[in-house]
């Protein structure tokens, strides 16, 4: 089946730039990794579903033309700082195939080349251009309602991790975990137990960020290899909140940078034990959980020379392989190996 | 003479390779002898010429070594991750290690 086949009746009919008919003249600023990221073209009622869907991710002079306070950017790379612009477009329902979606699986079409991204999917198509700057083009059928905030998150969650490998950092498939000050990422991909380990790491107090996806990002550049402030070890790596989420992790809730103290691969089993993964192990439980990027032919170079870059700094994170059981004795190993305090471990 | 299949991407990290294999989606992490070999194989030198470097490498017998090289040599290829070289130069596509 050829791109776009799947959800399109006629996909040579797909755009083939950033144009088309609006929704409206509102805009919504939103200040995720990477960003912020400004949506123009928007009904009122899709930027009040989107306020509502986002929450503090919003900021808060978004929705006038023009907004000029923006969040400082993650990284210092070149790009840093840019506003990610997109547009939200009309598209007639006709032009998407009905089919029934019971027992489904659902995966965005994809298509790409070095300079463009084209995705198909319910309700959307959507184009990631880079002219030179990234820009986004998402075309819909549905004006607001219960479909909305769905269909453009499915388009978000795409943007920011292509804009993430940018600035050389990575969108991850993880369970996001506050402990002790820092964040612990348990990376794996559907069926792994990022929600199970999340649910136990909750009934012991961690915070849970997300269930499902989490940004790593790598230190601004020209940071030396010190612990800031409130750390205690000098990872300077950080794990930023998104508002990407399973079934837990409040997405509407904003939250700062956390130095990573540790990324554990989830391993389902009847016991509980850590187990030190090799640098190369680690690059490539990282690589498997990029979503989006690692499907992608043409980003997979760039996604290969990130990854051991954030895992080979001064402050490269500890990375395990986790057993972990129901009972969640999992939690006091890593009081244990990962306090820290004890940096040796951790 | 075998050369990176075109069909993957490699970086070496501590010795061992992570490879991506980019038809099947699939990451895979090689050993430290198999991540050597693959670094080993670039288009143009041959079977024999790996041998040559290793054993300036490893202390080990030359016959023995033979043996594992062309053991993993056979089984990186019969896993897709080397080809032979059919004509033209050697491929720049794979990513070397750092």
Known sequence: ?346 | MLRPSSDIRFRVLDGEAVVVRQSAGEVLVLSEVAARILTLADGSAPVAAWVDTLLAEFEIDRAELECDVLAFAAELAAEGLLEPVTAGPARQGAERGV
């Open chain 1, 1 to 346: 089946m050829s791109f776009g086949e799947q959800f399109l009746h006629n996909p040579d009919l797909f755009p083939a730039r950033h144009g088309g008919e609006t929704w409206g003249e509102q805009e919504l600023l939103l200040d995720l990794p990477g960003g912020p990221y400004r949506f123009a073209g928007l009904s009122t009622d899709q930027q009040r579903i989107l306020r509502g869907r986002f929450g503090d991710f919003c900021l808060p002079d978004s929705g006038r033309r023009g907004a000029g306070t923006v969040a400082p950017p993650v990284t210092a790379s070149g790009a840093a700082g840019a506003v990610i612009s997109s547009l939200l477009l009309r598209i007639d329902a006709g032009a998407f195939r009905g089919f029934d979606l019971r027992g489904w699986e659902y995966r965005l079409d994809s298509d790409s080349s070095p300079d463009a991204v084209r995705l198909a999917g319910l309700h959307l198509v959507a184009r990631l251009d880079w002219r030179p700057g990234l820009a986004g083009a998402l075309w819909t059928s549905q004006g607001g309602g219960p479909l909305f905030a769905g269909i453009f998150e499915n388009f978000f969650r795409v943007l920011v991790a292509y804009r993430l490998l940018e600035l050389g950092g990575v969108v991850l498939h993880s369970a996001g975990v506050l402990k002790g000050g820092g964040a612990l990422l348990f990376l794996g991909r559907s069926g792994a137990g990022k929600t199970t380990i999340s649910r136990l790491c909750q009934e012991h107090g961690g915070e849970v960020l997300s269930d499902d996806l989490n940004a790593l990002v790598p230190p601004p550049a020209g940071t030396p290899g010190k612990p800031a402030a409130g750390q205690a070890s000098p990872a300077s790596l950080a794990v930023e909140k998104l508002p990407f989420t399973g079934d837990l992790g409040d997405r509407r809730s904003r939250r700062g940078a956390a130095p990573l103290h540790g990324l554990f691969r989830l391993e389902k089993a009847s016991d509980d034990a850590l187990r030190p993964l090799s640098r190369a192990e680690a690059a490539a439980c990282l690589l498997a959980c990029s979503p989006f990027v690692n499907a992608d032919p043409h980003r997979r170079a760039a996604l290969l020379a990130a990854v051991p870059r954030l895992l080979g700094g001064t402050g490269a994170p500890p990375a395990f392989a986790l057993r972990f059981s129901l009972r969640g004795a999992f939690w006091s190993i890593l009081d244990t190996k990962c306090h820290p305090s004890t940096e040796a471990a951790c």
